[in-house]
C-alpha cells in the first residue's frame, strides 16, 4: 500500500454568516478583547452544524466540522455530497485559496487546482499568449509550457485559431483550450472542481478520459468533485462522502456513492406537484418491494385521493430509474387500452404490475405523471424511492454479482456450440 | 501558512494550517513565479494598446499634454514656476514623476477587490501582483522619462538653460525609494480595505489632494511657498522630488537630512505593508 501524499487532520472551516462589513470592527475588538482575557473566541462556539433548512439564529457557520482523512499516492478521490456540503471549501484550502479556521494538511508533491477554468484569461490576448498566461498562474515554468505547447493546441483543437485573440473565440474553443492547459499540468496532485460539466458530449469524454490517463498511467494523484455520479464512478477508486460539513462516509467508491444515494432519499424530499384536485398518498406495499429478485414480478400499489374534482379517461404515466439516473422502464395505461376514472373525494388504488423485468441490483425510484383526457398532466410525482432489487440467488450460483454494466440482467445462458 | 517542513518525521513538502507565522515573504517561492510575474508584465503593457490606432504613442501623448496645461496652468496664470528653468522641462519631470507614483498606488491598492475572481480560484503568491503592476508602471515610466530625457539634452546643449549637477548619479536610488514607497502604501491600503472597504473612498481623492502636498506644480525654493515648510518636507515624497529637480534642472533643494527621512520612513512602510498584507492573503478572500 502506498504512502499518503495528503493528510487532512481535524481541519474546520468557519464561515461569518449575513452582511461582512456592518460591525466587523466591535466583531474585532470583542475577540481582541477576549483573546486577551484567556478565553476562547467568541465566534468559534456559537458556530453550529451547517443545515441550511433552518434559519441559524446564530452569525457564523461551520462550513467544515472536523474533518480528517488520508490520501495516498496514487489515489483517484472523489468528493461527493449535496450543494454546500462544504466540497468546494475543502478543494479551496487544499488549494491554497484560503486557509482552514483549524486544523492542518499536510501535502508531499505540486499541488495544481482547477477549481475553474480559463483562470487569467485575459479576452484582447491571443490563444498562444493565454496559454502561457494560464500555465505560468497553474505555477508552470515557461520552459514546461512551452515543451507541451503543440500537446496543448492539438488537445483543444483550435491549432488554426492560436494568434487570435481568445475574445473571438466561440465559448466551447475557450473551455476547451483553458481545460487543456490544466490537463497537461505536470503535478503529483491534480485538483479538479466539477469543470467537467462543459462542452459537448466529446469533449466530456476526451476529459474523462485525459483524466484517467493522468491518474492510471502516469500515477499522479487526482481529487474531483462532482455532481455527476457516473463520472465520479468510471473515474475514482476511492470516495469521501460530505453531509453539512462532516465527514459522512470514506472509503471505496462504490460504498461512498451508495451511502450518498441513501442520505439523498432518507431525507424524504418527494417533488410532487399537483394542483388540480388529485393527492399523492403513498406506496402501500412497501414490504413487498424492498426484497425483490430480478426475475421477480414487482408490483406496486399506489394510493391516491381526489378532491371535489372528477376525472373522465386520465391516463397513467410509470417511469422507473435506477440509481444512475437513466430510465430502465417506461408504461402508459393507453399503450394496454385502458383508461381511468377518477370521481369526486374518494379514494382510490392502482396496481401497476411488471412482469419479471429482470432489474439489476440496486434501488429503484418511481416517477408518475397522471394526464387528464386533453393531455394535460394533472399530478406528478418525482423519483420516490420505490423498490429495492437485491442479487440474491438469481442464477442458483453466487450469491451476489459484481461489476452489473447493464441496467437489466435477463436470464441467459453460454455454452459451447 | 505553509512552511518547508524538513525536521518533520515525514518529509512533506507543504503544510496548510491555519495559524501563519508573522512576515514570512517567501522569496524562494516568488523566484519560482518569476515566469508568472514576467507574463503579468508583458500582459499589462500589450494588453494597453491592443486595437488603438496611436498604440504604445498614448504613453507619451498624456504627460506632455498635461504638461502643456500645467505650464500654461500653474506658470502663467498662477506663477508657482521658479525662474531661471523652462518651464516645459520643469513641468515634464515632475509630471512623470507624479503619474508613475500616483498611477502604481492607486492599482496597487486595489490589488485585492480587483483580482478577487483569480485569488478566489488558484494559488501563487499574492505579492506577485503589486510587484508586477510595480514594474509595468515603470517600464511606462522609462518610456515617458526618456522623452523628458530628449527634451533635456535640448536643453542642456542647444539652448543651455539647465544647470545638471553631479547629483545626478544618485537619481537610479531615489528612483527605487519611490518605486518602493509606491508599493509599501499600495499594498498597506489594500489590505486594510479588504476588510473596511471606506479606505477606498479616502485613497482615490486623497492622492489628487497629495499632489497640491508634493511640489509638483512649484518648487520648494519658490519664496511663495516657505512659510509652510515643515509641514510639507514631513511628506516623503517632498525630498525626493526636490532632488530630482535639482540633479537634473539646478533648481530646488538637495537636502540629505529630509532624503534619509525619505529613505527610513519607505522601509517602514515596505516592511509594515509586506506583514500586513502577508496577514490578509490568507483569509481575505473570506471577507472581500
Known sequence: MSKPVIKIDNVSKLYRLGQIGTGTLSHDLKRWWALSQGKQDPNEKIGVINDRTQKSKNDFAWALKDISFDIRQGDTLGIIGKNGAGKSTLLKIL?????????????????????????????????????????????????EIASKFDEIVDFAGIQQYVDTPVKRYSSGMYVRLAFAVAAHLESEILIVDEVLAVGDAEFQKKCLGKMNDVSHKEGRTVLFVSHNIYAISEICNV???????????????????????????????????????????????????????????????????????????????FALYNENNENVIHSRSNWIGKKFIVSPNSDFEIKYKIKSPKLAPGKHYLTIYIYD????????????????????????????????????IPEFSIDYI | MNSKLKTDEEDWDLCISANNSLASVNIQELWQYRDLLIMFVKRDIITVYKQTI?????????????????????????????????????????????????????????????????????????????????????????????????????YLFVTKQVHPNLYIIFTPFFLLVLVLMALGFGILITSITTKYRDLSFLVSFGVQLLMYATPVAYSMSNPKVQKHHLLLWLNPLTSIFEAFKYSFLGIGEYNIFWLTYSTVFTLILLFLGIVIFNKVDKSFIDTV
Open chain 2, 54 to 154: 496611436l498604440g504604445p504613442i498614448w504613453f507619451i501623448v498624456q504627460p506632455l499634454l498635461t504638461t502643456i496645461i500645467f505650464v500654461v496652468l500653474f506658470g502663467r496664470i498662477a506663477g508657482l514656476s521658479p525662474e531661471g528653468v523652462p518651464q516645459f522641462a520643469f513641468y515634464l519631470i515632475s509630471i512623470t514623476m507624479w503619474s508613475y507614483f500616483s498611477e502604481t498606488l492607486n492599482i496597487t491598492s486595489k490589488t485585492f477587490t480587483e483580482n478577487a475572481s483569480i485569488f478566489g480560484k488558484v494559488y501563487f503568491p499574492r505579492l506577485i501582483i503589486p510587484l508586477s503592476k510595480v514594474i509595468s508602471g515603470f517600464v511606462k515610466f522609462l518610456i515617458q522619462f526618456s522623452i523628458f530625457f530628449l527634451f533635456w539634452l535640448y
Open chain 1, 373 to 408: 383526457s386533453s393531455g394535460f398532466p394533472i399530478l406528478h410525482i418525482d423519483k420516490i424511492d420505490a423498490c429495492n432489487i437485491n442479487s440474491k440467488n438469481y442464477f442458483g450460483t453466487s450469491l451476489y454479482f459484481d461489476n452489473v454494466m447493464s441496467n437489466t
Open chain 1, 239 to 317: 470516495g469521501v462522502l460530505l453531509i453539512n460539513g462532516t465527514l459522512g462516509y470514506t472509503g471505496n467508491i462504490k460504498d461512498t456513492i451508495e451511502s450518498y444515494l441513501n442520505t439523498n432519499t432518507s431525507s424524504g424530499e418527494v417533488f410532487v406537484t399537483s394542483n388540480k384536485g388529485i393527492i399523492w398518498n403513498e406506496i402501500k406495499n412497501r414490504e413487498h418491494l424492498s426484497d425483490l429478485k430480478p426475475d421477480d414480478d414487482i408490483n406496486f400499489n399506489l394510493s391516491f385521493s381526489s378532491k371535489n374534482v372528477s376525472f373522465d379517461n386520465v391516463m397513467l404515466d
Open chain 1, 95 to 143: 488549494s491554497r485559496v484560503t486557509k482552514p479556521t483549524k486544523g492542518n494538511i499536510k501535502i508531499k508533491g505540486r499541488i495544481a487546482s482547477l477549481l475553474e477554468v480559463g483562470t487569467g484569461f485575459h479576452p484582447e490576448m491571443t490563444g498562444r499568449e493565454n496559454i502561457f498566461m494560464n500555465g505560468a498562474i497553474l505555477g508552470m515554468s515557461k520552459k
